[in-house]
């Protein structure tokens, strides 16, 4: 069954079609990659599938749910979480409370039991620390725990951001860049971390990623836009030698 069906996904900005016909099926526990060169429009696509922008045209469904109209949050616990193209955490609450935080979206209680420290607040509050504590481990950051996030190091940052995603449980996990900015090593140990996400929780993920070595080492389909449009789809021995996708990338 697929997670994420998308059809005719089309946005206009002003007179841009920055998204145009885009078409695209996630199945569950599957690692799709999403590539092109720059402004193509793979953010824009991640911004359409979490509810930041409206489509001008065209069908989003997660879990046959269509998530078109619906907030942000929303759409969060339909089901799909993200981590953007610059980092973006709570700099300067702990490592631990960047997760906790996360989870909170979907914990059950409200804020008046959150005020009165309630029996089920105080249930709840020792879950999430649990919870929060077994994604560290799994990230291999409990050691960072009560550290500021601000005062890690980017490698790990970039980590971080994808546990706080994978706080919210998702099905379908959307990486916007995750190796931007990284070295060489770092970069080599998220192609692991990505491999241990997708066996370990058990998720679909959709890659946005410049790093070929990356992209052709963990995914199992890719999908190439160029100019909002759908270019080339394939496996990564298809699109390494796919004519269209060569001239995208190095012109003509
Ligand atoms: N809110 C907006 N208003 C107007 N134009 C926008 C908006 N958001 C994106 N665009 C334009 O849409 C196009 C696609 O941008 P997008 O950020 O999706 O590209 P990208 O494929 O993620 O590129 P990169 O690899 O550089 O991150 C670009 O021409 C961009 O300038
Ligand atoms: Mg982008």
Request: with cysteine.
């Amino acid at each position: 069954m697929s997670i994420l069906e998308v059809k005719d996904l089309s946005i206009q900005f002003g007179g841009l079609k920055a998204v145009d016909h885009f078409n695209l099926s996630v199945d569950h526990n599957e690692l799709v990659g999403l590539i092109g060169p720059n402004g193509a429009g793979k953010t824009t696509i991640f911004n359409l599938l979490t509810g930041v922008y409206t489509p001008t045209e065209g069908s989003i469904y997660l879990n046959d749910v269509s998530t078109i109209g619906k907030r942000p949050s929303d759409i969060v616990l339909l089901g799909s979480s993200r981590t953007f193209q610059n980092i973006r955490l709570f700099k300067n609450m702990t490592v631990l409370d960047n997760i906790k935080v996360a989870y909170h979206n979907r914990m059950d209680y409200n804020f008046v039991s959150s005020i009165f420290k309630t029996k089920k607040y105080k249930i709840e509050e020792a879950r999430a620390n649990e919870i929060a504590k077994e994604l560290l481990e799994v990230f291999d950051l409990l050691e960072f725990k009560d550290h500021l996030a601000k005062n890690l190091p980017y490698g790990k940052q970039r980590k971080l951001e994808i546990a706080r995603a994978l706080a919210t449980n998702p099905q379908i996990l959307l990486l916007d860049e995750p190796a931007a900015g990284m070295n060489p090593q770092e970069t080599e140990e998220l192609m692991a971390t990505i491999k241990l996400i997708k066996n370990q929780f058990n998720v679909s993920i959709l890659l946005i990623e410049h790093d070929m070595k990356l992209v052709m080492g963990i995914c199992e389909r890719i999908v190439v836009i160029d100019y909002g449009k759908i270019i080339a789809k394939g496996n990564p021995k298809e699109i390494r030698t796919n004519k269209d996708v060569i001239k995208a990338y190095l012109g003509e």
